[in-house]
């Protein structure tokens, strides 16, 4: 449980950053500018999982399998965030919410859509250096990488009303299918 909330914490913090450096890059002005899967057998039975609406007042909807266990709660410093932890099995998926409270606070405006967002240094500088964002099959704006212990990340961005933020899924790389977690993660939204 402590590595999940330093991982909580980290990405905050590097999200705080970006939106600390957003500021002082812009002055005045407020504007700014792998892996394709195991084996078939491993896809099928996961697709064939029921998928259940997981709910997190302040942050959104989430489309995973059953089983799935939930944590979630509110990051007051350094900018207030709502995040969700969600664990099954080697799967761990954080998803968290950035609300115009915290550009507010940053003193940048928020990002204009998920392609801008993608360049700040906070999503930036939670990812690989030379990571692409892009869509994928299910209309995720995402990217997909390989952490330093080796685990596979499926990193997807959001956008909702007047917030932006992502889920990070984390899984061993003879768990992971990146088709199977792009279909679960499709169904997310932030509220």
Known sequence: MKRNKWIILCLAGC?????????????????????????????????????????????????????FTMDSGEITEPLPTRYA????????IQANRFGT??????GVALPTDLEDYSTRSGVQNSVP???????????????QFTQEDGQLCYYILLQGEESFGGIYLTAPEEQFDQETVASWLSGSQLE
Do not use: H, R
């Open 85 to 92: 932890t969600f664990q099954k099995d080697d799967y761990y």
């Open 129 to 143: 250096e030379g990571t692409v964002f892009d869509y994928d099959a299910y209309g995720n704006y995402a990217a």
């Open 15 to 67: 999200l705080a950053l970006a939106l600390s450096a957003c500021a002082s890059q812009n002055g005045s002005d407020n504007s700014s500018d792998s892996s394709d899967g195991n084996s078939a057998a491993g896809s099928s039975q996961q697709e064939q999982e029921t998928l259940v609406e997981y709910t997190v007042e302040g942050l959104g909807t989430f489309q995973l399998p059953e089983g």
């Open 101 to 106: 409270d915290a550009y507010e606070m940053a």
